[in-house]
Structure formats: structure tokens, C-alpha cells
């Protein structure tokens, strides 16, 4: 379960300081790449991928060279350790579907990363269309000794916009795997891409309204980008998508928190991709600046993470 602690010094819930007041250290995710595939891609649902999903599955590629997920993690808490101080470590599955597979393989692959030492945690990323009884009893199992997120790719609570950008799966695959899984009590982080083609912040904030009413615990945010090799990337360089500035998307981003429950961890709110993938926006890529400008436009408003959403329950 998700421990509800108060907010510091920023106006919504930020997952470091979640992680530090949970452990009493600093804590570092690392993202791992387990070679699995995803339905999307197979050819049971589609090929391919997203729209914008690149070879490596929004990953880090790391299979390649590191097939391991021990070595993977041992790399990881080096460098992560050295840069941060980090003292403890979330093994996070992140590149394609990973509840995607044989349950032993599953077991193995995740057993495998709790092994490391001072891996206190798993992020699990996944689709709400690869869940099953039996993984989601085996991570309910490990959370009894070990901090466990289940992180779904969602993107847009509009039909229409699943369909365009080729997600292969449905809204109400989303809705009946967030009840199956919180039957277990684990917590869950959702992914939501803001600037979607056809999507303008009316819609933006339908999907916000419509995850405030639902039982998650997380929520990670970022903006529509291209990555080489992508069907994206062909729609871009036609003309047929226009990318959010950074202003709109400080502006989304912000109005989008004021709808979420003021005790969702904000795990992330920007994007981070490879420079050697990508293409646009430029801006993308200056993280630190996009996170100073939301702190600005929060201190400006004096708003801050469920004022909207509290407001609506009060109504």
C-alpha cells in the first residue's frame, strides 16, 4: 500500500520525496530492459507499436548489451550511487510490456531483480490488456516484503485518440484492470501523454477528471515527442501533427494536477528521451527548465495538486 505522508516544499507530491520519507535515504529508480515484446507489436493485436513508440519499446535498449538483469541493476546502482548518493534502488521494468510473458518467466525475471542487494522495490510497466489473476497474486505475494507499483500505460481517456494513435487496447481495459488489481492492493501509476493529435486541454482534462474518480495511488505525465523510425516521425515531417510549445505544456501539465487527488505521487511530469532517437519538440529536452517553470506557474496561481478536485467533491 501507498504510504499517504504530507506534501513538501512543492505544490504536488513528488515520488522522491515519497521514496525518502518511506526508506529515510535516497532512493533511484532504474529502468531495465527485460527483452519482452508487447501485443502491439507481435502481431496479436498489431505491428509495429504506437504511433510513437520507437524500436525500443520506450525503453532504454539495454537487453542488448546487458541481457542480465542483475548486471543491468549492478550498472545502474554504480552510476545512480556515484550521482545521486543513492543508497537504495526500485527495480523498474520499463521498456515494452512486462507482465507480458509466461508467469515463471515473469517470476524469474522479477525474483532476479529482488535478489540485487538494496533493491527495495519493483516498478512493473506494463498495458492495461497484459494483466492476469495469476501475476497480479504474484506481485501481491512480494508485497508483503517489498515495495511493488504496477505502472499502466493509458495515454487518453478518449476512444478516439486510443484508436488513432494505435494503442490496441480500450478504456474499459484500463477501468477493469485498475479494479483487478486494487482488489490486491497494489498500487498503481498511470502514464498519460499530454498534446496528442486531436487532442486539444479540454481533452487534457476530461482524462484528469475521469482518473480522479478512479482508485490509483500514481500518475506520470509528459508531453507528445518524435523519436526516429516512429509513424509519428512520418506524420510530423507531413505536417499532419503539431507539438505542444513548452508554455502549453507547463499551462496542461498544471491545470491537469489541479483535477488529480491531492495524495496521487507524482512520479513524473516530463518526458525523457534518448537524444540519439529523437527529433522534437527541442524543448524536451531542457527538463530542469520545464519542472521550474511549473514550480513558477503553481507560485504565480498559489494553486496546487487537487484544488480542482476538491472544489468538485465539495459541489
Known amino acids: 500500500m501507498v504510504h499517504f505522508l504530507p506534501m513538501k516544499k512543492t505544490p504536488y ?9 518511506l ?5 533511484q529508480k532504474i529502468s531495465l530492459d527485460a527483452g519482452m515484446t508487447c501485443p502491439n507489436r507481435d502481431g496479436t493485436k498489431g ?7 520507437d524500436a525500443r519499446g520506450s525503453g532504454t535498449g539495454a537487453y542488448v548489451r546487458l541481457p542480465a538483469i542483475r548486471d543491468q541493476l549492478l550498472q545502474g546502482k554504480q552510476f545512480l550511487g556515484q550521482r545521486y548518493g543513492a543508497k537504495r534502488f526500485i527495480a523498474y521494468f520499463q521498456s515494452f510490456s512486462n507482465t507480458y510473458g509466461p508467469l515463471e518467466k515473469l517470476k524469474a525475471l522479477y525474483l532476479e531483480a ?21 501475476i ?23 476512444p478516439q485518440t486510443l484508436q488513432l494513435i494505435k494503442r490496441g487496447h480500450r478504456v474499459e481495459d484500463f477501468s477493469r484492470a485498475v479494479a483487478e488489481t486494487r482488489k490486491r492492493n497494489l498500487n498503481i501509476c498511470v502514464h498519460v501523454i499530454l498534446g496528442l493529435p486531436g487532442e486539444g486541454l ?14 490509483i495511488q500514481g500518475l506520470k505525465l509528459h508531453s507528445l ?21 513548452q508554455d502549453q505544456y507547463v499551462d496542461w501539465t498544471c491545470r491537469f494536477l489541479e483535477y488529480c487527488p491531492s495524495h496521487w505521487i507524482i512520479q513524473r511530469l516530463t518526458g525523457d528521451p534518448n537524444p540519439d532517437q529523437f527529433i522534437a519538440p ?20 498559489g494553486s496546487f495538486q487537487g484544488a480542482r478536485h476538491e472544489a468538485r467533491g465539495r459541489a
Do not use: H, M
Open 47 to 53: 505491428r509495429g507499436g504506437c504511433v510513437y513508440c
Open 23 to 27: 526508506f529515510g535515504c535516497r532512493v
Open 282 to 301: 527541442e524543448w524536451t529536452l531542457k527538463k530542469q527548465d520545464t519542472l521550474k517553470k511549473i514550480q513558477e506557474w503553481f507560485d504565480k496561481t
Open 202 to 215: 479540454e481533452e487534457c482534462l476530461l482524462t484528469a477528471k475521469r482518473l480522479g474518480e478512479l482508485d
Open 136 to 158: 497480479l497474486d504474484f506481485l501481491a505475494e512480494l508485497q508483503g516484503s517489498t515495495l511493488v507499483w504496477v505502472e499502466y500505460g493509458l495515454q487518453s481517456f478518449q
Open 13 to 21: 507530491r513528488t515520488y522522491q520525496s515519497y521514496l525518502t520519507d
Open 225 to 245: 515527442y518524435v523519436n526516429r523510425g516512429t509513424l509519428l516521425e512520418t506524420w510530423y515531417r507531413g505536417g499532419k501533427v503539431q507539438l505542444l510549445t
Open 114 to 134: 529482488l535478489s540485487v542487494e538494496d533493491v527495495v522495490g519493483l516498478s512493473i510497466g506494463t498495458r492495461p490488456d497484459c494483466i492476469s489473476s495469476e
